[in-house]
């Protein structure tokens, strides 16, 4: 009979043999499980040491090409200094340029030339204010400078009288690059203003380009004697507006625009007599809307179209106001032709008569009116023509005005306006009696006779006013046809 122990000691046995290997077995798998990772890390570490190697060689590069763009730059710096310097010395080595090359370039640019012989002198700019004092002197003779202040303030453009010359005088002088003599084929220039500086050269232009448009018009002055200062004040918007453009773009285009560190800076003119605002503004519509009036006939067929414009120049303050609507129109706008009666009144003949146009009639209206109100009262203008007869003194002057419209709504549209305005200008309460005739306004004061009236065809609007009985009823007898 076989021991109980021996199967035991055979079970334990196989139990132990069983474990080893299943022991071996489990640390078989877990090496083969460890070992992918521990090869990873350390391929890792590897890789990451040679990032680090490899960032540290690129920064090192990166500074070097910092730095030799750091020194590239400041050496361009430095070459960019000396050039600017270079040309600055060359600038300061040359000569200014003399009238004669300015003037080519005038008329190479917009072909604008002074008479062949023509000579050129530097004179101190109160020689040139004198000049222009004296032209504007010899133009205005006393009679008609105190008939221009009267009519101006029968007409409402100004509400006292005035000192005419003086103060075209001071708008004439304004203009002070130069001064063309034509009798003498000479051009004064303006000593103090160096040809060498920018600005001096564009004083120069604009005196120069002042004198050629001005001989391309043939036409006086606007202050000069003219019976129609409407038309005077259009062609003088031609000539103004085309010198002022030609002298902007002149100094665009001048190749030494940035020279103003030499010496002979333009000097400013001398403080002058301050003209009433309506004279004032009538300079600056020459001068601005003018410029606009250009650029408009640039537009159309640049340097031609605006040499065309001298040879058909626009004929009323409407056609500036108005380019594309009258003056582009075809046939252009002519304004029409209002003949006042030649015979005088009581033996008396008219101290003055003239046109005011559009823009003359916006000054009538814009001392008791706004901008907008002025402009669209007299927007719609056709023509007129207005005279005035010398009242007592104290009383004022007495006057008729005739104005057409180019369509009944614009007359009727005028015609409400003046009849607001004068109402505030003589300060004249309302009574019902003075609008008692549809298209009428009649005031009868013993020195305030008014009569404002809209035609049966709703196409002109006339206004009579007297400032004595008498003279109204010979006034009224004078008008009628």
Known sequence: MSSPIRPFLNLLAF????????????????RLQQAPDSRLASDRREVST??????????AQGE???????????????????????????????PPPTPGDLAQQLNTQRG??????????????????EKIKTQVEAQLPLTLAEARSRAAVAMGFTPEIFDYPAAAISLAQMSNGGFYDAGAKRFFYRAEASLGRADGREAFIGGLANA?????????????ETPNDDAALAARCLANGDANTTRVRFS?????????????????????????????????????????????LAGKGGNA?????????????????????????????EPLAIELPQAGIAGTAPLYQNTAGEFGTYLALHGWL?????????????????AIWPGETGFGDHLYWKTAWRSPAEAREFFDYLRRVLMQRFSIPWRREYDATPGQFRVDDPRRILRLTLSADNTSVTLSHATDPAFATALDAWVKP
């Open 15 to 30: 139990a132990s043999i069983a474990g080893v290997l299943l022991w071996r077995e489990n640390v078989w798998q877990t």
């Open 50 to 59: 040679a990032d680090q190697e490899k960032a540290v060689t690129l920064r």
């Open 64 to 94: 070097s090409l910092q730095k030799k763009l750091t020194d590239t730059e400041s050496r361009l710096s430095t070459l960019t200094a000396e050039v600017q310097n270079l040309k600055k010395a060359a600038e300061a080595a040359k």
């Open 112 to 129: 604008l030339a002074l008479d062949p012989g023509a000579t050129w002198e530097a004179v101190a700019m109160d020689a040139i204010l």
């Open 212 to 224: 050629l448009t001005s001989q391309k018009i043939g036409g006086p002055l606007p202050w000069a």
């Open 252 to 296: 665009i285009s001048d190749q030494l625009n940035l020279n103003f560190d030499r010496n002979g800076a333009p000097a400013a003119p001398p403080p002058n007599y301050s003209a009433p605002a309506y004279l004032a503004e009538i300079w600056k519509f020459a001068q601005d809307r003018g410029s606009h009036f250009i650029e408009t």
């Open 305 to 333: 179209a605006i040499d065309a414009a001298y040879r058909r120049p626009p004929r009323s303050s409407a056609e500036i106001l108005h380019p594309e609507e009258l003056y582009f129109s075809n046939p252009p706008f």
């Open 370 to 386: 706004t901008v907008e109100e002025s402009a669209k009262a007299s927007e719609g203008w056709a023509g007129d023509r207005y």
